[in-house]
C-alpha cells in the first residue's frame, strides 16, 4: 500500500516538494489562496512562486484543509514560521493519530524561541516529528538539476520508512536521527547568509566571503553543539552544504536581503518588495536570545541583528568587523 501524503503551503519549497513526491505517493497540496489552488489544478504552474515551471499532472492542490489532512498517511508542513503554529492548530482536529508530520520550515517561532519540530510536539502531540532540509534551492530542483537533502526524525526506524517518499532520481535523499542539530543548520545559515549577501551589496570580495561562511559556520556549530546537536552534523549536507548554497546563490532570499542591506536600502522597504519570506530576518532576535541564553559569542549574528533591527548599518558592521579584536581560532572568546 503507497503512503498518502498531504502538503501544507503552497509556496515554493512546499510546492518543489510535493512535485517530488508526487512521482512517489499520492499527494494533495492545501495552499489559502485560490488562485494558487486554481493555477496548480487548472494550468499546472504556481506563477505566484514558481512562475514558468511545469508542475507534474498528478500533483493535485485544493483550499480545503479538511480534505489533506484527514487522509494523510504523512503530513508535510510548508508554511512560513511565523504561521506555523496556527496552520498546526487548524490542521489538528482533522489529523488521525501517529500520523507522522515532517516540517520544511527553516525558522524560529518569534515569541517562544521554539524549533518548528517542538511546536509540532506541542501542537500534536504523539506524532513522530522530523524535518526535510539541506542545500536545497526550489527552482534549482524543478529545473531537474540534480540535489541532495537530509530527512532528520530520532527514530531510525520511522525515518527509514519515510526516506521512499522523498527520494527520486535526481533528488537524493539522506537519513540523520540528530533532529535538532539538522534542524537548527537550516535555521542558523539564514542569518549568516545575510551577513555575506551584506558584504557582497558592499562590494566585498571572495576572502572576505569566504571568512564570514567558515566564521559563520564556527557560530552555528557553538549554538548547536551548546543547544544538543552533534558536532558532525554541522559538517554535513544541513550545516554547511546548506550554508555554502544560501551564501553564494542568486537564488537565496536570505543573501538577496543581505546584498540590499549592504547598498543601503531600509530593511522594511526591502521586505516589503519581496513576494518569499527570508527566515533569517525573522530568527535573528531569537537566535540572539539564544547565544545570551547559553553564554555564547555569536559576532557574526550579532551584527545581522542589530542591521536587521536598524540599530546599525551595514556599512558601519563592516567597518567594525576589520578592527575587531582577534584570538584563538578554535578558541574564540
Keep these: 500500500m503507497r503512503l498518502k501524503v498531504g502538503l501544507l503551503g503552497g509556496g515554493s519549497w512546499g510546492t518543489t516538494v510535493a512535485a517530488v513526491v508526487s512521482r512517489n505517493a499520492p499527494i494533495t497540496l492545501w495552499a489559502r ?23 507534474p499532472t498528478t500533483l493535485r492542490a485544493t483550499g480545503d484543509m479538511a480534505e489533506v489532512v484527514a487522509g494523510a498517511d504523512v503530513l508535510i508542513m510548508g508554511v512560513p514560521s511565523h504561521s506555523f503554529r496556527s496552520v498546526l492548530e487548524e490542521a489538528r ?3 488521525r493519530p501517529w500520523v507522522p508530520v515532517i516540517s520544511l520550515t527553516k525558522g524560529l517561532e518569534l515569541s517562544s524561541g521554539k524549533r518548528m519540530t517542538e511546536l509540532i510536539e506541542e501542537v500534536l502531540p504523539g506524532h513522530p516529528v ?3 532540509t539541506g542545500p536545497n534551492l526550489a527552482r534549482e530542483i524543478m529545473t531537474g538539476q540534480a540535489a541532495a537533502s537530509v530527512l532528520s526524525m530520532e527514530d531510525e526506524i520511522v525515518v527509514r520508512a519515510l526516506q521512499p517518499v522523498f527520494h527520486s532520481g535526481l533528488f537524493r535523499v539522506y537519513t540523520n536521527t540528530d533532529l535538532l542539530g539538522c534542524e537548527l543548520g537550516g535555521v542558523l ?28 559556520l564556527a557560530e552555528i556549530t557553538r549554538l548547536g553543539v551548546a543547544m544538543g546537536g ?10 554547511m552544504g546548506d550554508l555554502i548554497a544560501t551564501c553564494t546563490s542568486p537564488l537565496s532570499r536570505n543573501r538577496h536581503v ?18 518569499m519570506v527570508a527566515e533569517g530576518v525573522k530568527s535573528a532576535p531569537t537566535v540572539i536570545a539564544l547565544a545570551e541564553r547559553y553564554d555564547l559569542a ?21 567597518r567594525g568587523l576589520l578592527r575587531s579584536a582577534v584570538g584563538d581560532e578554535a578558541h574564540p572568546g
Design 33 to 55: 489562496d485560490a488562485e494558487t489552488v486554481e493555477g496548480i489544478n487548472r494550468d499546472n504552474e504556481n506563477r505566484n512562486y514558481l512562475p514558468g515551471i511545469k508542475l
Design 93 to 95: 482536529q482533522h489529523l
Design 130 to 132: 522530523g524535518v526535510l
Design 189 to 216: 545559515k539564514n542569518i549568516i547568509a545575510i551577513a555575506v549577501g551584506m558584504g557582497d551589496g558592499l562590494g566585498a570580495g571572495d576572502n572576505t566571503r569566504s571568512a564570514l561562511m567558515t566564521r559563520g
Design 230 to 239: 552533534r558536532p558532525e552534523t554541522f559538517s554535513g549536507l544541513t550545516g
Design 258 to 275: 543581505g546584498v540590499e542591506l549592504g547598498k543601503g536600502r531600509p530593511i522594511d522597504e526591502i521586505i516589503a518588495g519581496m513576494n
Design 298 to 318: 555569536m559576532p557574526i549574528a550579532r551584527d545581522v541583528f542589530d542591521v536587521t533591527q536598524g540599530k546599525r548599518s551595514a556599512q558601519d558592521v563592516f
